[in-house]
């Protein structure tokens, strides 16, 4: 006997192999120092959670659907008009709008080898092909996404810093990417990361999303400002770009408490500026570290952002060491899904998690010699 019918999903969502986040406990169901997520390890800003928990007395009331409090707080901070902010879930539903907005069936959404995996997901979720350009050195080659595009391409991604590499696109390569795409393919840069960047590096996104008619600039509150559990996002972009997101966008999709503590979060640059200090110092110091167990095999790809890569080319391998690491408390992200089953990728911790993260990968490094 034949099955019963049943709807069927279309077969572009079929193809989508899902989001899988980083793990929060160890294979027993233990407490564990959890680095696979690339949380902030100061936590939140005091005032953020002080607005936060002032939210709840509105718990009864809808949030505000426009978040023009948040938008004008994000415009006042980096001079941009908050009629063309637009905020999201995250910035992952940004990235979605954008490919839901700009892509269909028959189109191409184009991305670098080993970019973030939302972007393929954001791409066949809306019929489009998911098209993936080669890399060189675990960074972006300009080059090989400019070869890449075709008539078809109608939305670029771009991560920088990129994630999962920690990679850095320079200014130059990145203007350079943009004034050779198509006017109608639409950029999307992709900066969930940019507040680890150093002042001096700036990779020129802002101005174009200024004044270019395809250029949107996106960032998250879930990093250096230690809101990951509220997801809140936003984007910056031309006028008619957020106006055609906005038309799908989820109705009242930022709480309220999220708006709220991310407006105070912005309000506290102190907490900012300590994060962005923490960041770097141990970032600098958990890649040096790596660079003493080269002869081991061990290789950390140059980061910036709050996470570093590290590459397993001896006789210890990743796998190995994301399940040593796990039996001595440390959870990292090992990437066999992004094609990295050589990395792990490591969050910036507190000082005792580096220190202890260290000391067990050391111990695992003897034990394979």
Same mark, same amino acid.
């Given at each position: 006997?034949?099955?019963?019918?049943?709807?069927?999903?279309?077969?572009?969502?079929?193809?989508?192999?899902?989001?899988?986040?980083?793990?929060?406990?160890?294979?027993?169901?233990?407490?564990?120092?959890?680095?696979?997520?690339?949380?902030?390890?100061?936590?939140?800003?005091?005032?953020?959670?002080?607005?936060?928990?002032?939210?709840?007395?509105?718990?009864?009331?809808?949030?505000?659907?426009?978040?023009?409090?948040?938008?004008?707080?994000?415009?006042?901070?980096?001079? /941009? !008009?908050?009629?063309? #902010?637009?905020?999201?879930?995250?910035?992952?539903? *940004?990235?979605? +709008? &954008? $490919?839901?907005?700009?892509?269909?069936?028959?189109?191409?959404?184009?991305?670098?080898?080993?970019?973030?995996?939302?972007?393929?997901?954001?791409?066949?979720?809306?019929?489009?092909?998911?098209?993936?350009?080669?890399?060189?050195?675990?960074?972006?080659?300009?080059?090989?996404?400019?070869?890449?595009?075709?008539?078809?391409?109608?939305?670029?991604?771009?991560?920088?810093?990129?994630?999962?590499?920690?990679?850095?696109?320079?200014?130059?390569?990145?203007?350079?990417?943009?004034?050779?795409?198509?006017?109608?393919?639409?950029?999307?840069?992709?900066?969930?990361?940019?507040?680890?960047?150093?002042?001096?590096?700036?990779?020129?996104?802002?101005?174009?999303? /200024? !004044?270019?008619?395809? #250029?949107?600039?996106?960032?998250?509150?879930?990093? *250096?400002?230690? +809101? &990951? $559990?509220?997801?809140?996002?936003?984007?910056?972009?031309?006028?008619?770009?957020?106006?055609?997101?906005?038309?799908?966008?989820?109705?009242?999709?930022?709480?309220?408490?999220?708006?709220?503590?991310?407006?105070?979060?912005?309000?506290?640059?102190?907490?900012?500026?300590?994060?962005?200090?923490?960041?770097?110092?141990?970032?600098?110091?958990?890649?040096?570290?790596?660079?003493?167990?080269?002869?081991?095999?061990?290789?950390?790809?140059?980061?910036?952002?709050?996470?570093?890569?590290?590459?397993?080319?001896?006789?210890?391998?990743?796998?190995?060491?994301?399940?040593?690491?796990?039996?001595?408390?440390?959870?990292?992200?090992?990437?066999?899904?992004?094609? /990295?089953?050589?990395?792990?990728?490591?969050?910036?911790?507190?000082?005792?998690?580096?220190?202890? +993260?260290? $000391?067990?990968?050391?111990?695992?490094?003897?034990?394979?010699?």
């Amino acid at each position: 006997m034949s099955s019963p019918a049943a709807p069927q999903p279309k077969p572009w969502i079929d193809a989508i192999a899902p989001y899988v986040p980083g793990r929060s406990s160890t294979d027993g169901g233990g407490k564990a120092v959890k680095l696979s997520s690339n949380e902030n390890p100061l936590g939140t800003s005091p005032a953020a959670r002080a607005a936060f928990v002032a939210a709840a007395e509105s718990l009864d009331r809808y949030p505000d659907a426009s978040a023009v409090k948040l938008r004008e707080a994000i415009a006042a901070l980096h001079g /941009l !008009d908050p009629a063309r #902010v637009i905020y999201g879930t995250g910035s992952d539903e *940004i990235l979605h +709008l &954008a $490919a839901g907005a700009f892509a269909g069936v028959g189109d191409e959404v184009l991305f670098v080898r080993y970019g973030f995996s939302v972007y393929p997901i954001a791409a066949r979720r809306v019929g489009a092909t998911a098209v993936e350009a080669p890399d060189v050195g675990y960074a972006t080659d300009v080059d090989a996404l400019l070869a890449a595009v075709t008539e078809r391409t109608r939305v670029v991604f771009l991560a920088n810093p990129n994630n999962p590499t920690g990679t850095f696109l320079p200014r130059a390569e990145l203007l350079r990417l943009h004034a050779a795409l198509p006017a109608e393919c639409l950029f999307v840069l992709d900066q969930a990361y940019y507040e680890y960047v150093d002042e001096a590096e700036d990779d020129g996104g802002f101005e174009l999303a /200024l !004044d270019a008619p395809n #250029v949107l600039v996106t960032r998250t509150f879930s990093k *250096i400002h230690g +809101l &990951a $559990a509220e997801r809140i996002g936003w984007g910056y972009g031309p006028a008619r770009v957020i106006a055609a997101m906005h038309k799908i966008r989820a109705p009242f999709n930022v709480t309220t408490a999220g708006q709220d503590a991310a407006i105070a979060s912005l309000r506290d640059p102190q907490f900012i500026a300590a994060s962005r200090d923490h960041n770097a110092r141990w970032r600098a110091w958990l890649e040096a570290e790596i660079a003493t167990l080269g002869n081991a095999g061990l290789r950390a790809v140059p980061s910036h952002a709050n996470f570093v890569l590290v590459l397993f080319e001896g006789r210890l391998t990743a796998e190995q060491a994301y399940s040593g690491l796990m039996a001595h408390g440390y959870i990292t992200r090992w990437l066999p899904g992004q094609g /990295l089953p050589q990395a792990l990728r490591i969050s910036i911790g507190t000082e005792p998690d580096m220190r202890g +993260l260290i $000391a067990a990968l050391r111990s695992l490094v003897d034990g394979a010699a």
